[in-house]
């Protein structure tokens, strides 16, 4: 082999290493718990809820976050993190029966921080939010949902990405608990 040919095919291998793809997380899927919680505390009430559009602080506005050099963890279908979550909020309230978009009571939701750890074996997502709605004072819910991660670059993102639909649902149990929900949705 040629001086030319080698280092043709070292830089293309090393542009395979260097190269990095992004993992996007899954479609939410709904919490069979979460509907039932809700289920529960809406009873025979005829209480709808509506769900205005979410957002976030600057440094939570994202549609992905950097993981190891394996490129980055995105949310699907080109949606930023707050936008997933609020997806993943009406779906639920849809499934339970009291979500209405025309209703006049409304959940708001702010985003104040998202982040993630990819560290081996002790990844972590942490989901910070602020809540509020009508007749209720904005509320702060801090979710923290934790899981085994490779060593492994490629498939320690992966298990990132994977992660968010039971990080987010552990959000969404978290909200459903809280008092100032309670208040809201009864």
């Given at each position: 082999m040629t001086t030319k040919c080698i280092r043709i095919v070292a830089v293309a291998v090393?542009?395979?290493?260097?190269?990095?793809?992004?993992?996007?997380?899954?479609?939410?899927?709904?919490?069979?718990?979460?509907?039932?919680?809700i289920k529960q505390l809406v009873g025979s009430n005829s209480i709808k809820l509506g769900v205005d559009n979410f957002s976030a602080k600057e440094n939570a506005n994202k549609k992905s976050i950097s993981c190891r050099a394996a490129g980055p963890v995105e949310a699907p279908d080109n949606k930023t993190f707050h936008q997933?979550?609020?997806?993943?909020?009406?779906?639920?309230?849809?499934?339970?029966?009291?979500?209405?978009?025309?209703?006049?009571?409304?959940?708001?939701?702010?985003?104040?921080?998202?982040?993630?750890?990819?560290?081996?074996?002790?990844?972590?997502?942490?989901?910070?939010?602020?809540?509020?709605?009508?007749?209720?004072?904005?509320?702060?819910?801090?979710?923290?949902?934790?899981?085994?991660?490779?060593?492994i670059a490629d498939k320690a993102c992966q298990q990132v990405a994977q992660a968010l639909v039971p990080a987010t649902q552990g959000l969404i149990k978290k909200l459903i608990a809280h008092p100032s929900f309670k208040k809201l949705i009864t």
């Open positions: 090393l542009a395979g290493f260097v190269s990095a793809c992004s993992h996007t997380a899954p479609t939410y899927s709904l919490s069979a718990n979460n509907i039932d919680e997933y979550i609020q997806s993943a909020i009406i779906d639920e309230l849809r499934i339970a029966g009291v979500y209405d978009a025309a209703s006049k009571v409304k959940l708001y939701g702010d985003l104040d921080f998202i982040d993630f750890s990819s560290n081996i074996g002790a990844g972590k997502w942490t989901l910070n939010m602020t809540f509020a709605g009508n007749g209720v004072e904005p509320f702060s819910i801090q979710s923290v949902y934790s899981f085994s991660t490779n060593w």
